[in-house]
């Protein structure tokens, strides 16, 4: 990790660098530029560690990476022999017991994603049965089947009196600890780090971003084939968000260039 980059590039993965189908080759010619700038990418994601781990070695990364939308962050040690970590949330088991109890609340039944057979898991995220497997691999969320909105803003209500929250993503809801969000992980990995002047620029496009677009210094919507998710709208038509030219990794790598070859002299 360069401990001490003036700039960190800090990335939802699913719908952001990633398209639909889990392609990134868009952004790889800009991969490469940041690497050559020595500018960290750290992957901030609804994924599992097992998830990234596979992520940064296909895509040569190593910089450190947030997890379950902000629950858990890791990374290497300086020599290289083991990996660190940092929790910020609560276990699964304990989330998932008080999913079925919210449930039980809304009567309305809050599938999680563990639960479904493989097949039920591939027609949903198109996954292999490696890529399945390490989705599954669960520590400190619980991502379940998006319910009918009305279904959701009453989970959202309910989950205050659980001291837990939840996003709803482009596939997938999810369930944390109130003390797990994505700008909460990127501020405590700034203090790990002791690198509490990096400038944020972060990359999302959905609802489970918002705590880092918003925790961000430059905060980037990443639109669908679409348009924006609305519940990054009002940070858009605000001027907080910047909107990215193209969706997935094209407009990620757009984007991205378009930043750093703004403070490209200052790096």
């Keep these: 990790m360069k401990n001490y980059s003036k700039y960190w590039i800090v990335t939802d993965l699913d719908g952001t660098l990633m398209d639909e189908n889990y392609d990134i080759s868009p952004a790889k010619k800009t991969l ?3 690497s050559e700038m020595a500018i960290p990418v750290i992957p901030c994601t609804s994924k599992t560690a097992s998830e990234v781990r596979y992520f940064r070695e296909e895509n040569g990364l190593s910089d450190p990476f947030i997890v379950e939308n902000g629950a858990a962050i890791y990374g290497i040690y300086a020599n290289n022999s083991s990996e660190w970590e940092l929790i910020l949330g609560k276990s699964y088991n304990e989330l998932r017991n008080i999913l079925m109890n919210i449930s039980k609340e809304v009567r309305y039944h809050l599938t999680p994603l563990n639960d479904l057979s493989k097949n039920e ?5 198109g996954l292999t049965d490696q890529g399945i497997i390490r989705a599954l691999d669960r520590q400190w969320s619980v991502p379940f089947l998006n319910p009918p909105d009305q279904i959701f803003e009453r989970v959202k209500i309910i989950c205050d009196s ?3 929250h939840v996003f709803k993503g482009n596939r ?5 600890s109130s003390e797990s969000h994505k700008g909460q992980a990127v501020n405590k990995l700034k203090v790990h780090l002791q690198n509490q002047d990096v400038k944020i620029i972060a990359l999302g496009d959905s609802q489970n971003d918002l705590p880092l677009l918003e ?11 679409n348009g924006p998710n609305k519940y990054l709208q009002n940070g858009i038509d605000r001027g907080s968000f910047l909107l990215a030219n193209a969706p997935h990794a094209e407009g990620w790598s757009n984007s991205v260039e378009d930043v750093v070859n703004s403070f490209k002299d200052l790096c």
């Design 162 to 164: 659980y001291n837990v």
């Design 32 to 34: 490469n530029m940041l």
């Design 215 to 225: 925790y961000a210094d430059i905060a980037i919507v990443i639109p669908g084939k």
């Design 172 to 176: 997938m809801s999810h369930l944390l």
């Design 121 to 125: 898991i591939f027609e949903l995220t």
